[in-house]
């Protein structure tokens, strides 16, 4: 049984100087590049929208496919990715899960490579953190939310809190990066 890491959308447009930046987003890159080598699989999620997705009717325009915004933080150690996600790629797809992913099924995926605990860090916590977990927790997965690794947009203050919240109530495990 395999630890596995889901880094979710550490991406340009979601870090400092991006169109929907989060205060914290080069602070948890080392914490997950720390947290590399001690897992057997590591999956990285990058949001991948069309032009003109309705999903930039709620949001700034963000993370459009092939485009400097949505590369991955080029501080995170990307050679060790096993793994990459693709999703919201549709024109109505908002893609908040990973498990919306359209390259792969990612279900599927982690059941190949045998997963034992999957290990959520990223962002945000509020948003896709939170919808991966959610998905993960109920395909009976044993979910990880690593604490020190997570960030929220907190578009309304409380929203992080709010969705640890609703992560802990549905099963999934906190942990700081330390324990793992
Ligand atoms: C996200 C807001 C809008 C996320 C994506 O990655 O959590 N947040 N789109």
Same mark, same amino acid.
């Given at each position: 049984?395999? *630890? ?28 997950? #590049? &720390?947290?590399?080598?001690?897992? %057997? ?5 990058? %949001? ?20 400097? &915004?949505?590369?991955? #933080? ?5 050679? *060790? ?10 024109? $109505? ?9 359209? #390259? ?9 490579? #045998? ?32 604490? $020190?690794?997570?960030?929220?947009? %907190?578009?309304?203050?409380? %929203? &992080? ?7 802990? *109530? ?8 330390? $324990?793992?």
């Amino acid at each position: 049984m395999k *630890k596995i890491l889901l880094i979710v959308d550490l991406q340009n447009d979601f870090c400092p100087g991006g169109s929907l930046a989060i205060k914290e987003g080069n602070e948890i890159v080392p914490v997950i #590049n &720390g947290l590399m080598d001690k897992m %057997d699989v590591v999956i990285a999620t990058q %949001d991948w929208h069309p032009e003109g997705s309705t999903h930039f009717e709620k949001w700034p325009v963000h993370c459009v496919a092939n485009t400097t &915004g949505s590369e991955l #933080n080029p501080r995170l150690d990307a050679d *060790k990715i096993d793994q990459i996600v693709l999703k919201g790629t549709g024109h $109505d797809d908002p893609g908040y899960s990973a498990f919306d992913a359209t #390259n792969i099924s990612l279900e599927a995926y982690l059941k190949e490579q #045998n997963v034992g605990s999957l290990y959520v860090v990223g962002l945000a916590t509020d948003y896709c953190v939170r919808a991966s977990a959610l998905d993960a927790c109920k395909m009976g997965i044993h979910t990880y939310v690593v604490t $020190d690794a997570i960030a929220a947009v %907190d578009l309304e203050e409380g %929203d &992080g809190k709010k969705a640890l919240d609703e992560m802990y *109530k549905a099963g999934c495990l906190f942990v700081e990066s330390k $324990d793992i």
